[in-house]
């Protein structure tokens, strides 16, 4: 499930808008530069953020390269090579080199990769989206030597090419097309036909939607490190129902849109992983035990030789994490470790082989914290790597030459990020590279051999920087993108202070933040509005730049709305294992919870007015604002919610099977959890999203939770979007129109502004009618 | 496109459900949103009568004195005496714990059997399939006819002319089963999902039959042979409706729809014998697909088939004879009109095959003529006024009664003319102004007689002809009329707006405590395609509480009829809007609310519209190209784009799509939502088969950077009122959005500033 609404960056028409929600500013009229509008969030580039081109570290770890704009050929990118240190510039493929014969424009480079070598250039183009990403399309090589372009699998359909990528030697690429497998030599042109019952079922070499969505598995094929095989996934989707969406849009007749999706207690894929040589033949299969359809497969790597690969095999209730080695010529599989919980597990993905093929890497949370260990090939040794009363958040390069992890942490606060490094030995104590002085939010690509990084720095309502630094002495060489202008009208806009808290809910202590209006006069009480996600997927407690949400959020505090947001128990902050676990099998119940708790002591300071607070979310952040109205209809008077879940029976295995268990045996909690469940009670104002081609949450997520509303006589608003997807972003002006319509609801049904005390005597309930 | 007649139905099962105490204890002087959903306002209907064939006497249903089920009763029109013909008990079948629930009955032309229908399912709008029993009244014998056929699959049974034989379609093929052997002579094999046999597909249906059944075959008047159409659908369109909540797997509902502009279905007509055999196919010239056959009959004997043949744009309709031993056809007439004809159903061979009456508007007013073999007409009335439907024809007595209103459009009565021709005689009551509809006798001598106006319910009276008295109440909805009488109800005043280069017809209700020194919102209602009219002097049960209560609220309700609504003001009246849906109906509301927003108690700052189906539609033409007249719409099911719609009602109306296509996209409301100024609310049914949830969503795309407010209901259709509480919340919710956006209330003039 996705956290976080994808803010799709696209410039509307602003036509016509002067009306609503007095965001324009009067014609001929210069807009108030302290003000953020909707119009400046979503029909201006004032908040722009400036981005650096997709940067490749080279393998000796001292230069990169990078997308820029061409001087030569005005719209197309070239990619050039920076030395880090002395910040040398070389262009190495100008774009006039990406033109391919007979074209006048070179390609779009939507993505690119080097050949081991450096003398080959995969450049991937013409994408096109897949559910969520634009995973497919088509590939072109340049041959750094000759300068020849050429196009790959030029017989297969224009934009099928996926997850393309070089051999070790740099001379032969594969990719998946329609399903199947294919190898292609870069010298002779020849292609090799690895798999050829590929179907609309039969998926080699990618996943179905639920992997996809749930274990983030998209490429689903290795080089062995040798060339000689391809290791791959293999997924029989027969028997996985399709969940139909409808166009009503597009033509005179509407036409369905298929969605193969297995709904929490249905029928999964099978999924088996294989090796193929890459001169073709049969694939030999790994005999992982156990029925196919009743376990996933979320990770398989090469297992640093050519001759095994090594699997994570995880039961369907994912609360067991086998570890296997498979022997490519046989699929004979031999048990490595066994991580088992008694909630659920995630796939680990921090796991790198040492010494070749002798030790890898491992996370797990079997002392109650996220520790990094190091695991013999037979298994049998595990040794810590980290340890202690915090968490690893995520491994960012292993330096293995000298000895060193890279890694994310944040011992003192799960709301920031820094970068940490250990001794892959156990030896000595992490130690911290991100310099003090400097609290938020830091991300790294770190080079290989770990000299150098490119650092990303934010705050909350400060937006990102971006910088070149050496490490581990964090010097800083350059500073990459400053996003000064960005930073300027930050500087300009009226802003009230932000205060990030702690709220003792007797049970736990839940990070929060708070936004305060700009004139904010604490004699006067303030309505306030809750955002929130609180499932494991997203935390929204974070000292980071949050972008368009946060503006819109500045905004309503311009307006004279207190905004806040609470992370409650389950929200996946590095807090410890049983933190995050903690909504085990309940959530729709201990989330809202934690969340309603944690509001009534914050509605509870002498300047929030209790009769105006409202929750909004989206996604699982919708179907919380949904439980908080229905279930705490004293204290909540208005919630917006976007894209809901109503009922966790109506989402995906994966997902929900993880944190809820089978549907059949948990089905009180599943109840219990239902904004469904609750909708009766609703007394306040509810105004409810969803778009019509939400492929992830359904919309009929959003039909029974209104039959349910209407059968009990509730009123409501609500927004159905044609043909949007679960981000509700596509078409022009949507994103606008959307944030437009809930800053109204919210004005209408919870008007702004503070009113002096005596005017809003506390106590009087939610309800504001 | 109708005028959510379905919805008629449901409304009347809904109000079955018993006032609650605390409606009992509201002031009975207020209407209430609870009250209006309660059943209060919805009036008693006479039972299924039917004239028996001397007509002297008529039969209905009557709760049984035992309580379980219905008997059916006769009553004597003269003195009322009444028998029990057949009593529930006697509708129990073998086995069964309950009589059967009768939802309609018909009698053998011999009176000695009983058919009796019953476990019916809704087919899109009616429920016209269901099981069909067969009592024989002599030996008491109860049989389920087509026994071995899918449960609830029989359509349109009837018994042959010699009650011996009872035919039906079951699955798209024609049965005759021989009533007491039982036997079944399967006459047709070949229906399938598009192959329809005896029966019509979903535009046939929805466009040329409702409200009449949309019964596809005829037995011969000797008995010996079966008329029947047959539609191949093979190829049309079908629209997916999608059901989300039902399952957690959505699955999708096929409509087979042609849309403007694309394949309909071919129909054709042919004979069967009645024992089984080869159907002889008229030979009807020209392609199949682009010509409709609306209408088909037995031509009084045995041996022809009479059909109305239309071209596609629906401006010629060729009457023909068909030879039923050999498919030969010959023309009898043909009409033609520059813009379009309608069916006519008002048509009857008299003399046995001698000659057949016809109406036709080709004087410009719709009267009715005699056709003789050769195709001659001769007029039997004639003026500058109309027949609005023939109610009988009294071969016998030399009259034909039918309904008119000459000098106003907005009500109904009752004339009969010698078939001979002569002066028409109003056989109504000069006294009571408003709408009256008759059921006759076959004899002509008595009728059922009922009687509403806009303000006043139904009363069904028996009376006698043609002196009109009133032999016996039979339903004055007493109850009702009390309640109404306790309501705190303003005055109501039909009028004429004169709009320029037409008068509109027109009525307001008015606020209980009307000042009019003050100034007020008025809300229009309207319908506006040309269907169907709003300004009619008739009872409305669907919209009488919920107006009068916006009335008891502070609104002025009021509702104009543009040109092109079919009231019997003649055929340029009614086809004024040829082409032109969505503009000359805009315009003319339009034009009317200026003016009557002139009338100094009138708040031109608050001007508020709303209608369903076509009134949808209206409404938000209205709404887009006249944003400085009306400030708030309220739009039900409507049609947002014209292609959208289907292809007979549409292409009538609006002519072929390749012909005129700018026509198209000027009438359709969606090229014109960049007008949109004031507060829109826009209501669908997802479930909505005819007027499908498309036109919602293409229109909220073009709203993408306007404000408005939506209700989506699921799986509603277009109807909307399926689903427990449903009509509640649509009433709640419009109420409501009215109230915000349309406050309702007199304020003093010079605090308007207009």
Not at chain 1, 173 to 183: P, Q
Not at chain 1, 192 to 198: A, K, Y
Not at chain 2, 46 to 58: A, H, I, P, Q, T
Request: net charge negative; proline share 5%.
């Amino acid at each position: 499930m996705i956290a976080q609404p994808r803010f799709a960056s696209r410039v509307a028409s602003a036509t016509a808008w002067a009306l609503l929600a007095g965001t324009t500013a009067a014609p001929g009229q210069e807009p108030d530069p302290a003000a953020v509008t909707l119009a400046r969030i979503h029909d201006s580039s004032d908040f722009h953020s400036d981005t650096l081109g997709t940067v490749r570290w080279l393998g000796d770890g001292a230069s990169y390269t990078t997308l820029e704009l061409s001087r030569a050929a005005p719209g197309a990118r070239d990619i050039v090579r920076y030395e880090a240190e002395t910040g040398i510039r070389i262009v190495m493929v100008s774009a006039a080199l990406l033109v391919p014969e007979g074209e006048h424009r070179p390609l779009d480079v939507q993505g690119y990769e080097w050949s081991p070598k450096g003398d080959r250039l995969l450049v991937y183009t013409n994408s096109r989206r897949v559910w969520r990403q634009n995973t497919r399309g088509d590939y072109w090589v340049l041959d750094i030597g000759t300068n020849i372009l050429r196009r790959l699998g030029a017989d297969r359909p224009p934009s099928s090419l996926m997850f393309a990528k070089f051999d070790m030697a740099g001379e032969r690429v594969a990719y998946v097309s329609e399903n199947n497998l294919y190898v292609e030599n870069l010298g002779t042109g020849d292609i090799v036909q690895l798999t050829f019952d590929g179907t609309g079922t039969l998926i080699n070499g990618t996943f179905d939607w639920v992997y996809e969505e749930e274990f983030s598995d998209r490429d689903g094929f290795r080089w062995s490190p040798d060339g000689a095989a391809i290791a791959y996934w293999q997924l029989d989707a027969e028997g996985v129902r399709d969940f139909l969406m409808i166009n009503n849009t597009d033509s005179v007749y509407s036409r369905t849109i298929p969605v193969q999706y297995p709904k929490a207690g249905g029928t999964n894929s099978a999924a088996r992983v294989g090796v193929v040589s890459s001169r073709g033949g049969e694939t030999s299969w790994c005999d992982v035990p156990g029925g196919a359809r009743d376990y996933y497969i979320p990770r398989m790597e090469w297992s640093g030789n050519s001759d095994e690969i090594i699997l994570q095999r995880m039961n369907r209730l994912q609360n067991e994490n086998r570890v296997m080695l498979c022997e490519a010529t046989t699929g004979a599989v031999r048990p490595v470790l066994t991580e088992t919980d008694p909630f659920y597990l995630d796939a680990v993905d921090d796991w790198a082989w040492l010494d070749g093929d002798r030790r890898f890497t491992w996370v797990s949370e079997r002392t109650g914290w996220r520790h990094l260990y190091r695991v013999s090939r037979d298994g049998r040794r595990v040794r810590r790597i980290t340890e202690g009363r915090w968490e690893i958040v995520s491994v960012l390069r292993i330096d293995e030459a000298d000895g060193w992890v890279y890694f994310t942490a944040s011992p003192e606060t799960a709301t920031q990020r820094y970068l940490y490094r250990a001794r892959l030995s156990g030896r000595g104590r992490s130690e911290r590279l991100t310099p003090d002085g400097r609290p938020g939010t830091h991300a790294y690509d770190v080079a290989p051999g770990a000299g150098f990084a490119i650092h990303t720095y934010s705050r909350f309502g400060t937006p990102p920087v971006r910088e070149l630094v050496s490490l581990p002495d964090h010097r800083l060489i350059r500073t990459l993108v400053d996003n000064a202008p960005l930073v300027e009208t930050m500087g300009q806009l009226d802003r009230g202070d932000v205060e990030f808290f702690q709220v003792d809910i007797g049970e736990a202590r839940l990070d929060a933040w708070l936004m305060l209006p700009p004139d904010f006069d604490p004699a006067n009480r303030y309505p306030i509005l809750f955002y929130g996600y609180s499932e494991p997927w997203g935390q929204t407690v974070l000292d980071a730049w949050g972008g368009q949400t946060y503006l819109w959020h500045l905004m309503l505090t311009q307006q004279g709305y207190i905004v806040a947001s609470v992370d409650n128990r389950g929200t996946p902050g590095p807090r410890g294992r049983d933190w995050r676990k903690a909504l085990y099998r309940a959530i729709g119940q201990l989330n809202v919870a934690d969340l309603a708790a944690a509001a009534r002591i914050i509605v509870g300071r002498p300047y929030v007015d209790s009769s105006r607070v409202g929750t909004w979310g989206w996604s699982g952040g919708g179907e919380m604002a949904l439980n908080l109205i229905f279930q705490y209809p004293d204290l909540y008077g208005t919630a917006i919610a976007v894209a809901a879940v109503s009922h966790q029976k109506y989402y995906d295995t994966i997902y929900t099977e993880r944190y809820m268990g089978l549907p059949d045996v948990a089905a009180a909690d599943y109840e219990a959890g239902a904004p469904l469940t609750h909708a009766r009670n609703l007394e306040g104002n509810l105004m409810i999203v969803h778009g019509t081609a939400d492929d992830n949450v359904h919309y009929q997520n959003f039909e029974v939770l209104v039959n349910e509303l209407v059968r009990y006589g509730k009123h409501f608003t609500m927004l159905s979007y044609p043909g949007r997807s679960h981000g509700i972003f596509e078409g022009p002006g949507t994103r606008r129109h959307l944030f437009s319509q809930m800053t109204r609801y919210l004005h209408e049904h919870m008007p702004p502004g503070g009113r002096a005390v005596a005017d809003s005597p506390n106590g009087a309930g939610g309800d504001t009618q | 496109m109708r005028y959510a007649k379905s919805w008629l139905v449901a409304f009347a099962l809904l109000a079955i459900a018993s006032p609650s105490a605390a409606q009992q204890a509201a002031d009975a002087r207020t209407i209430t949103l609870d009250r209006l959903t309660s059943g209060e306002f919805y009036p008693r209907f006479v039972g299924r009568s039917r004239w028996l064939e001397d007509g002297s006497s008529y039969t209905t249903l009557e709760r049984s004195a035992t309580g379980a089920g219905r008997d059916l009763v006769r009553y004597d029109a003269v003195t009322g005496e009444r028998d029990l013909l057949v009593s529930a008990s006697r509708l129990v079948p073998r086995g069964a714990t309950g009589p059967l629930d009768i939802e309609d009955y018909q009698w053998s032309p011999d009176g000695r059997r009983l058919l009796i229908y019953t476990n019916s399912r809704r087919v899109w709008r009616f429920n016209s399939r269901g099981d069909y029993w067969v009592l024989d009244l002599d030996s008491g014998s109860l049989h389920q006819m087509g026994a071995d056929r899918p449960a609830s699959s029989l359509m349109y049974g009837k018994f042959d002319p010699s009650g011996e034989r009872f035919g039906y379609v079951s699955e798209n093929d024609l049965y005759v089963e021989d009533v007491v052997t039982g036997d079944v002579t399967r006459l047709t094999r070949d229906g399938s999902e598009t192959t329809i046999n005896g029966n019509f597909d979903w535009v046939y249906e929805e466009e040329f039959f409702v409200p009449l059944p949309a019964d596809g075959w005829r037995w011969s008047p000797d008995g010996e042979s079966i008329a029947y159409w047959q539609l191949d659908a093979e190829g049309i369109g079908v629209f997916d409706m999608i059901n989300n909540t039902d399952s957690v797997y959505s699955y999708t509902i096929p409509v087979q729809y042609p849309k403007v502009g694309t394949r309909n279905s071919a129909a054709r007509v042919g004979v069967v014998s009645a024992g089984g055999g080869v159907t002889v196919w008229c030979e009807v010239p020209g392609d199949l697909r682009d010509n409709y056959i609306p209408r088909m009959e037995w031509s009084g004997n045995g041996d022809e088939v009479t059909i109305q043949r239309m071209n596609r744009r629906q401006s010629t309709n060729q009457v023909m004879l068909c030879d039923a031993s050999d498919g030969s056809i010959r023309t009898l007439l043909t009409e033609t009109d520059a813009a379009y004809l309608d069916a006519i159903d008002d048509w009857m061979w008299l003399g046995g095959d001698e000659r057949m009456t016809w109406i036709s508007e080709r004087t410009g007013w719709r009267h009715i003529y005699m056709v003789d073999r050769r195709g001659e007409l001769a007029a039997v009335t004639s003026g500058d006024w109309e027949v609005v439907s023939v109610e009988l024809i009294d071969e016998d007595g030399g009259w034909v009664y039918f309904i008119a209103s000459p000098d106003d459009a907005t009500q109904r009565y009752l004339y009969r003319v010698s078939l001979r021709g002569g002066d028409p005689e109003r056989l109504s009551p000069e006294d009571q102004p408003g709408t009256h509809s008759y059921s006759i006798s076959p004899n002509g001598a008595f009728a059922m007689h009922t009687f509403s106006t806009l303000t006043t319910p139904a009363v069904t009276s028996l009376v006698r002809l043609p002196d009109h008295e009133v032999l016996r109440v039979m339903e004055d909805n007493a109850r009702l009329r009390e309640t109404i009488a306790a309501l705190d109800v303003g005055r109501t005043e039909f009028f004429q707006v004169d709009v320029g280069d037409a008068l509109l017809d027109a009525w307001m209700m008015y606020p209980p405590d009307f000042d009019p020194s003050l100034e007020y919102p008025v809300f229009f209602y309207v319908y506006g395609s040309p269907f169907d009219q709003t300004v009619v002097d008739r009872w409305d049960f669907l919209y009488f509480g919920w107006h009068t209560m916006l009335t008891q609220q502070g609104y002025i309700v009021a509702s104009v009829d543009n040109r092109g609504t079919p009231g019997p003001r003649g055929r340029d009246w009614r086809k004024a809007q040829y082409r032109k849906l969505g503009r000359v109906n805009s315009a003319d509301i339009a034009a009317a609310a200026r003016v009557i927003s002139e009338r100094p108690y009138v708040d031109a700052s608050r001007m508020g519209i709303w209608g369903w189906s076509g009134g949808g539609q209206t409404t938000l033409n209205v709404l887009f190209r006249y944003p400085e007249v009306f400030s708030t719409g309220i739009s039900v099911a409507a049609v947002t784009n014209l292609r959208n719609y289907d292809t007979i009602y549409m292409e009538r109306y609006m002519g072929l799509l390749d012909e005129n296509p700018e026509d198209y996209r000027d009438g359709s409301a969606l090229n014109f939502a960049g007008g949109l100024e004031g507060n829109l609310l826009l209501v669908h049914g997802t479930g909505d088969d005819n007027v499908h949830y498309q036109n919602a969503e293409q229109l909220i795309n073009e709203l993408h950077n306007k404000h408005f407010t939506m209700l989506a209901y699921p799986n509603r259709s277009h109807g909307i009122y399926e689903g427990r509480g449903t009509q509640t919340h649509l009433f709640t919710s419009m109420t409501r959005y009215l109230n915000e956006h349309l406050p309702p209330g007199g304020v003093p003039r010079e605090s308007t500033g207009d």
